[in-house]
């Protein structure tokens, strides 16, 4: 029978493979009592298994408040798997399974899923990314290298016209990718359709001039029926990329925005923090994002290398990645989708973050960056396409920059970052 | 100008005041470094303002691995308030803006989402539960007391026949409210359509020869489309309760379940210890069970007194009485739901249950404290009604009990736990 895996960081003061029977037992047939209708039978056909317990340390505190205690807590990565007849290819019922009650549970006063190993239906059956890399650089008429990003900024506060204004200014500067600030979707201050409006007419006009299509991530997280107008919408005023705070709308939302889209789906991981900042209890990245793919997303954030965040650059390199890996290594289809890196990004940080994926298939979006340049936005822009040659060369950026150039000036401008890549990244 | 206010409890190495202007500039109009664009009057008009600082404590070491470090770590709640023109009334940009970026700023060591004070156009705008406590008695064509109810167990493995024997078992044993488990939905091994028609043939007909209608509180849990297309055939079949896993489909899935059902929607919170389980990290159920009201819960699961899982007594009560209180202070309506307990529970619960409370208005779900009386499902049904009768006279339970009665061995049987009640509740 086909079965499904699912990784755990536990600690718990009942021993670990106690710890890691309640576990299997909470998340399908058993019950704090054994029940005479939990037959051998139906523990054969329907009960979650513990596949591997690894021991990883001891410590004689717990990390979490937890109701039992013992003279030790033991930490370790126990396996988990179930079969998939009991839930079916359902990722609300994935979600309800694999992290549902268990965080709860007294046994542990640790618990971190950090990895699951999909069976290949899961891969068939969800839709993936619409397009990918391939199809995020065809909606923009064409396109080399890694696609260069910012963000309408202040986040909140400008109307549609001076939202607008500023696109202006950006495509002007020669951006290729533009996103609404999360915080921004269909406020009264600022409403969605008025902002689509003003905007689409300032890229349609670029787009017919020059036959370059700027990418314009527009918020659309709202409420279900709002998100399909918001597509309707976006549709007639042939807008290509709706961005959706995936936390805000859930798995669910994703899907049901991916069923009824044919533009690219701007993943924006606002929120992520909640089941990411701590080391005893949350989901990491590498398996969230496969669900945030399967549910189809085409990009995906992953923060970025030396940014204003807490996440340190292994953990942003293990993410961006993870992201362009294949969803399950039991079957095509990959699903893989484009990482975004952002916060605090820099020229310094385009070779790095290319190093880690070995490929130009990332958006790379700067706010300051751009702006902030001392020549004005295009030298910002320039001194960041120049910035990506150089990476793609492999030649460093003071040997690249020729004097005087954009990138010499954000050389001298914008302060190196310290880069601490992990091995596989380098 | 209307705003909203949320309340955190944050550490920070960086001071209360510096940490909270930024945590109030990044959920509003700031960015990492000021920009022209962010005007006064911008500021004026959109940006965050920090409220109120109240300081708590200090430490030496950090809570949560954090970037910035410092000599100390100050405590402390902190309140900022949001002009709702930026973003309106809409839940899931609610979230973006409350719970966004901001649990991973590298200010802080610690941040919980505590508090939220929701303006009187919230509880306006959304639908609410649309039945609460006395819709769901009417739903029963008429019911005094707590709703006396048990979980289909074991949770998964028990095809749509065995489920159907299980509910004519538990109807035959006199009990109000049955529902399935979170982990059963829509499986190959027990499909939803198969399962609805093999209960509700028993349902009704037990209704159709006793006016009793129990209410089944089958798992709709699913993406979407398929949500909708089971409340059709909850319609079609004569169900009365949706049960919907609300991490699992948001809330933005559970709202548009709301916005198409005609039925009590029971709220299940698996996935709950996620955002809960740390002291460090996280969301208070107070501040999310306002949420889940607006979108529509008529009942929320609110863990036990005297659970198996980690939650203490206090934390149980205090979620029990929110979803009693109005949803915001400014405004009706004040969209109360029914609150559900539900974990180990036994006779010895219900008197603490109802003192939280000071009303019947709960559901009390109880598995091994009906299956497992020594009379048999029957015996343990009466021993609740008549516990349930017993604390509604304040008489305590060894007084209430006739000798021989079934409450009289459920008292032998099942060993009383200790519970520990705040103030507040006794």
């Excluded at 998340?27 to 037959?39: D, I, Y």
């Excluded at 406020?187 to 370059?212: S, Y």
């Excluded at 942003?316 to 039991?330: D, F, G, I």
Aim: a negative charge.
């Amino acid at each position: 029978m086909t079965r499904i895996s699912a990784t755990y960081d536990i600690e718990t003061p009942c021993g670990l493979t106690h710890a890691a029977a309640v576990l299997a037992g909470e998340q399908s047939t058993g019950t704090f009592v054994r029940l005479a209708a939990e037959t051998d039978a139906l523990r054969d056909r329907s009960a979650a298994r513990v596949e591997q317990i690894v021991p990883t340390g001891t410590s004689a505190t717990p990390s979490l408040p937890c109701r039992k205690t013992g003279g030790k807590y033991e930490r370790g990565l126990v396996t988990v798997s179930w079969p998939i007849g009991t839930f079916g290819l359902s990722l609300p019922t994935l979600l309800s399974t694999l992290a549902g009650n268990l965080f709860e549970l007294a046994e542990l006063s640790a618990i971190r899923l950090i990895d699951i190993d999909l069976p290949a239906d899961f891969a068939h059956h969800h839709p993936g990314p619409q397009f990918g890399a391939a199809g995020t650089r065809q909606f923009m008429g064409g396109h080399d290298g890694p696609v260069i990003g910012t963000i309408i900024k202040p986040s909140v506060g400008l109307n549609p016209a001076e939202t607008a204004a500023l696109v202006k200014t950006l495509i002007e500067a020669g951006i290729d990718f533009i996103k609404d600030d999360e915080l921004q979707a269909n406020g009264p201050d600022c409403p969605f359709d008025d902002r689509l409006v003003a905007v689409m007419q300032v890229i349609n006009a670029h787009a017919d001039k020059t036959g370059k299509r700027v990418l314009y991530a527009v918020n659309i997280t709202d409420e279900i029926d709002q998100m399909w107008r918001n597509l309707d919408t976006m549709q007639t005023l042939g807008a290509t990329c709706a961005m959706v705070c995936m936390h805000s709308v859930g798995l669910l939302g994703l899907r049901a925005v991916r069923n009824r889209s044919n533009v690219l789906i701007h993943g924006h991981r606002a929120g992520w923090g909640l089941l990411s900042r701590s080391p005893d209890i949350g989901i990491r990245f590498s398996v969230m994002q496969k669900l945030w793919r399967l549910a189809g997303a085409d990009h995906l954030h992953v923060n970025g290398l030396a940014n204003k965040f807490t996440e340190n650059d292994a953990i942003v390199a293990e993410a961006a990645l993870s992201v362009q890996s294949p969803v399950s290594r039991h079957a095509s289809p990959p699903h893989i989708a484009m990482p975004v890196y952002s916060s605090a990004q820099t020229i310094w940080q385009i070779d790095p973050a290319r190093s880690v994926l070995g490929n130009d298939d990332f958006i790379f979006c700067a706010g300051g960056g751009i702006m902030s340049h001392p020549g004005g936005p295009a030298d910002g822009v320039s001194s960041l396409r120049d910035a990506a040659a150089a990476a793609r060369q492999g030649v460093a950026l003071e040997d690249f920059a020729k004097p005087g150039s954009p990138l010499h000036r954000a050389i001298d401008y914008f302060k190196k970052p310290i880069i601490d890549l992990p091995s596989f990244a380098t």
